[in-house]
């Protein structure tokens, strides 16, 4: 079990950009880490992962070439690097780790650890 906290939320204009952090309390390095996003009225939809190694990051369609989700293990940080933010990225962005070495998961079911979620805003 690791807990998570997500920061960097907030309010921008389309075009502009957010760097989402979240800082893991616990065992950290061997996760898979994840972000998920949930806009009202629709259902929590993957955004990016990253292996535990800090390599072969993968990312939805809708956000690929515009996110970039990188780590610090050291830091025991997990990070979301958002870029050219249009309306439709308006969401609660989540953080969420998967311990059990998936090689790839997407789905929500996947990952046991969660934070709480940063709101993230863009404007039109």
């Known amino acids: 079990q690791v807990q998570l906290i997500e920061s960097g939320g907030g309010l921008v204009q389309a075009g502009g950009s957010l760097r989402l952090s979240c800082s893991a309390i616990g065992y950290f390095s061997r996760f898979t880490m994840g972000w998920f996003r949930q806009a009202p009225g629709k259902e929590r939809e993957f955004v990016a992962g990253?292996?535990?190694?800090?390599?072969?990051?993968y990312y939805a369609d809708s956000v690929k070439g515009r996110f970039t989700i990188s780590r610090d293990n050291a830091k025991n940080t997990v990070y979301l690097q958002m870029n050219n933010l249009k309306p439709e990225d308006t969401a609660v962005y989540y953080c969420a780790a998967d311990g059990r070495l998936r090689v790839r998961p997407t789905s929500a079911g996947d990952f046991g650890s969660w934070g709480q979620g940063t709101q993230v805003t863009v404007s039109s």
């Open positions: 990253i292996r535990w190694s800090g390599i072969s990051e």
